[in-house]
């Protein structure tokens, strides 16, 4: 397999991952009510990346048939492999929110690093088609990013001084 | 003209055409209480109107030292004399039986009149205890669109340098926090561009989402003048309801509720695709047009049309009208501002003005309006969620400057984190992080989306309350401490409409019984707290209106909403005046941007900037690299669905509003006979085309139920676009059994049982636009007729013969045509 197609899958399940935690982020905190509908919008970002991904693997795939089957996982570890958290594992739902905001954040600068990567791979390449594809997604990214950012800057004050 | 007028029945009055860039001629309109003439009106006491955002300028007329009835100010800028019906009739309801006269305190569950060193003993008891355990976090302030600049500056002072918090809020967020949040997108900073005489010159008017005729009614007769006269403007629509704007328009686009962001990238892309924009202006004056571009690339009529239900060639034909003015002036109020995307869609309307060269000359304007008369002033001074003369939070320099004002410590202001917006703040009271919320002024417990969780969080044990009012509002009822203010006419201070224009308001009588000047609240509450700045000295210095706007002259000072030109003895003149005032406008400023964007620059600007979808903050450095220049800043927003939709369950889209005879929740016109008779009771709209597939008709007693909860109204069959229902959001409870709630075993009347708890992520507007929602018909009409009025946005459809409104005797007001004074602009 050739590393532009690995970094895709990697990067899909990146995207998928992203799009359920930030929908279970949501729901878990479904009275924080600017995090449960934001993340809700953000979350059909991630799918979307994840839709369009898996149209580029195909066509990777398409195009380099006998490698499509070979190793991948092996060479890059997935950096999101986590088992979903039960809630009670925090005692206190502020903490739980900041915890959750940072997962997040971890997440999609995960991702943003993998489509930094791909895009680099893509203009060594030429790859026109790949690198409309970076351009179109990697800003939502990192706006996802921000928002996190953002979000956790706002929220930590009341809910760290406040325990 | 008929010098004699039912005001209720012809709300605008009569007709005074003119053409454009003539003035618009002078009409005063008087209403003096039943018996009382002219001649025996002892004193006119100068004042403007606290009831909508135009700042109307009036005289109170006073006899045996009572207030007898008002008179529109001739000479002054905003309304050459007219009066709206809420300014001619609210004025009684100072004079209420049920005024507040003694502070009341809760003993046993009950709240019972204690004097005034008790309950602020109260008040500042619990205060120092909290700071003591917890911290200046966990007191919050929530405050009015209704207070004077003064009040609003003490305020700013003592929540801010005093306390030390970062939770103070005004009611404004809901209703002029994205006019504030997408004029620093665009320009960097707050502040109206445009002023209210562009409408004598404009060619195309265009109104987003405001039914300017319910909502400013003065304005809308200055628009009827020139609808009038010669050369009329060509109106452009934009509005679900059939609205008197509606009506008066050449294109009217009822697009479907959460929709706007859809709307306008069609607009902005249509105006692009006909080469319709003004390059040089483009490349002078603002940076991001190929961003734009390349946003609204596929936005086509086409596209906009399935998502808004709006055909594409009317959408064609809407881009034409404003890509051919050559004097547009817009204007935008709530249905852009409360509903979905809110932010985003607003700042569509700048980049529209941007990209078309339509700013700083007259009649080429944009009016981000208000609904509340001095929100402009929570604003400036910083009791909305921003820092005192607009000064950015993110700024060091900026706080280091607003410190060396107060005399304190940069670190005691808090600037860790942007000001805390009201809807967080009850989020925080919920959670119980915030144990004291102070609220003046407003009624949250009618006014705020999700009522049942609003009271349930006002009536926790473990969150202090106090209210400060008028009456003993619902908010009050769940209050532990009550303090009775007094208001307009019984005070002093200044006010600043939505165009910027600054009002002197005189106390006119004494408040009733014991109640006091807000002002007179705060410097009481701020001396026993004993604030004071990093010399030891009195942090809030100043002990009277006058002195008060000093201090608050002394802050603007340099800054773009710069009062130091201004002073009370001029402000008591025969006009209103625009800031900025100073040396270099001693006279003040019709317009920003005459020449060029001026308070963009990274080192000046108030805000550096926001994610139009996620409400992410920009960096300084992004900000830098942008804009580095300081040029007007055009940001794309992509459209996204509204969060809550239709469904099988819940078939409706639900939108709530305002009506041309209330204010707010009704506190003072539901006391007025003649405001209140004309539109008594909630009510419900629908569009005759679902009326006839649900077979319902004028005057059932419908159900309209959310999965928040329920109200019950009477029907009223209207031109609205099928699909939607309409419930204005001004019932409460104070006039029922129920007092602050529903009765046991009953369905609500107030809107806001129903609306859904969100807010546009960017300017943290609460949504009160897209709620889905189903419609049951509890009983036939049986003959009974809705309370709806006839002669607004909810009047019914043709045919219906149903009995006009009307206000008979008691509602006729004069208006006298003056050719004689002239109006200095």
Known sequence: ?163 | MDPSTDRIAHPWGGRTPYAPHEPWPVRVDTHLADGVRTGEVQRWVQAASLLHSDGDAMDIAVKDDRIVGVRGRAGDRVNHGRLGPKDLFGWQANASPDRLTRPLIRRQGRLVEVDWPTAMGAVVAQSKELLDEQGPGSIGFYTSGQLFLEEYYTLAVMARAGIGTNHLDGNTRLCTATAGEALKQSFGCDGQPGTYDDIDHADVIALFGHNIAETQPVQWMRMLDRLAGTEPPRLLCVDPRPTPVARAASIHLAPRSGTNVALLNALLHEIIRTGRTDPAFIAAHTVGYEELTENVKDCTPAWASSICDVPAARIGEAAELVGSAERLLSTVLQGVYQSHQATAAAVQINNLHLIRGMLGRPGAGVLQMNGQPTAQNTRECGANGDLPGFRNWENDEHVADLAEVWNVEPGSIPHYAPPTPAMQMFRYAEQGSIRMLWISGTNPAVSLPELSRMRSILAQDRLFVVTQDLFLTETAQLADVVLPAATWGEKTGTFTNADRTVHLSDKAVEPPGDSRPDLDIFLDYAARMGFRDKDGGPLVHWADPESAFEAWKHCSAGRPCDYTGLTYRQLRGSTGIQWPCNEQAPNGTARLYTHGITWAHPDVCESYGKDLITGAADSVVEYRSLNPDGKATIRPGEYLPPHEVPSEDYPFQLTTGRTLYHFHTRTKTGRVPQLNAAAPEVWVEISANDAVELRLDEGDLVEVATPRGAIRGRLRVTGIRPGLLFVPFHYGYWDTPGGYRPEADTTGRAANETTITDWDPVSKQPVFKTAAAKLTCIESSDGRVSPAPTTTASAPVEGSHLPPTSGGVPAHSTQEVDRETEVNG
């Open chain 1, 1 to 163: 397999m050739n590393g532009i197609a690995l970094i895709l899958r990697v990067l899909r399940d990146g995207e998928t991952e992203l799009a359920e935690g930030l929908l279970a982020t949501g729901q878990r905190h479904r009275a924080e009510h600017e995090i449960f509908h934001v993340s809700t919008d953000l979350a059909q970002w991630s799918r979307e990346h994840a839709q369009r991904i898996a149209e580029a693997i195909e066509r990777e795939d398409h195009a380099r048939p006998e490698e499509a089957s070979g190793p991948h996982s092996d060479l890059v570890p997935r950096s999101q492999n986590r088992e979903p958290r039960p809630e009670r594992a925090c005692s206190q739902p502020a903490l739980l929110l900041l915890r959750d905001l940072r997962d997040l954040h971890l997440g999609a600068s995960a991702n943003s690093l993998y489509w930094e990567m791909l895009a680099q791979a893509a203009q060594a390449r030429t790859d026109t088609r790949l690198l409309s594809l970076v351009s179109a997604c990697h800003p939502q990214t990192v706006r996802q990013m921000r928002w996190t950012n953002t979000m956790i800057k706002s929220l930590a004050p009341q809910l760290l001084t406040n325990l």
